[in-house]
């Protein structure tokens, strides 16, 4: 099937787009976890733009409709998802306790990789002062963050970036929308009190 021709889909009351629309959310549904806009578009036989297209405006109809559900993208890659607001509901349907507290040393920690990375534990740790060592197990544990090789200096340590699993909790497309760190007046001031609310501290703390 591509964009001009779906005579195999007898529906004749309802627009092409809507076949669509159809179509992308049963691909959704189906696969579970997140789908590659290239993956789908070879699917629908559709160009790359034109399925972009389509699944931007799923996006926007979701969230006009106040579903229960919402679809999210993260660097091309498509996932249903419930939303934050229904999660007391869910939780009682799973029985088990979905959102668990990250300490305040995790939370220093993640802020501190999602402005400076790709970072090494020992820059981490000069930043906060500390030791961090638990702090990225916990980070890592929970796909947050993760190794991306070594840095070439004596040593090669490794260094630490976010991952995509950090950019769909905080429904961030890419890592260009988050707040720019030249709101912050000084690097000194790069700690907990200024980094953390830019995160939304609240929401970092319950990580599914």
């Known amino acids: 099937m591509n964009e001009f021709n779906i005579k ?5 009351e309802i ?16 696969t579970g976890e997140s789908l590659k806009l290239t993956e789908m578009a070879n699917i629908l036989e559709c160009s790359i733009d034109f399925t ?6 799923l996006i926007i109809k979701y969230e006009e409709e106040d579903r229960g559900i919402k679809i999210i993208v993260t660097n ?47 820059e981490i740790e000069d930043i906060r002062g500390v030791k961090s060592d638990r702090a990225i197990y916990t980070l890592s ?17 490794m260094i630490y970036i976010t991952t995509d699993e950090f950019l769909k909790h905080f429904d961030f497309h890419s890592l260009n929308e988050m707040p720019s760190i030249e709101d912050f007046n000084k690097e000194e001031d790069f700690n907990k009190e200024n980094i953390l609310p830019k995160l939304d501290i609240e929401e970092i703390k319950e990580i599914d």
Not at 8 to 12: A, G, H, K, R
Not at 52 to 57: G, Q
Not at 141 to 157: A, D, F, S, T, Y
């Open 8 to 12: 195999q889909l007898d529906s004749e």
């Open 15 to 30: 627009s092409t787009k809507n076949i669509y629309f159809s179509i992308i959310e049963s691909l959704l549904f189906v």
């Open 52 to 57: 972009r297209e389509l699944t931007d405006e």
């Open 76 to 122: 091309d890659e498509y996932q249903f998802v419930t939303k934050p607001c229904n999660s007391e509901y869910v939780q009682k349907l799973l029985k088990t306790n979905i959102r668990q507290s990250l300490s305040q040393a995790s939370l220093e920690t993640l802020a501190i990789i999602a402005y400076k990375q790709p970072i090494t534990r020992v």
């Open 141 to 157: 544990e929970k796909k947050l963050i993760e190794q991306n090789g070594r840095k070439n200096v004596p040593g090669r340590p």
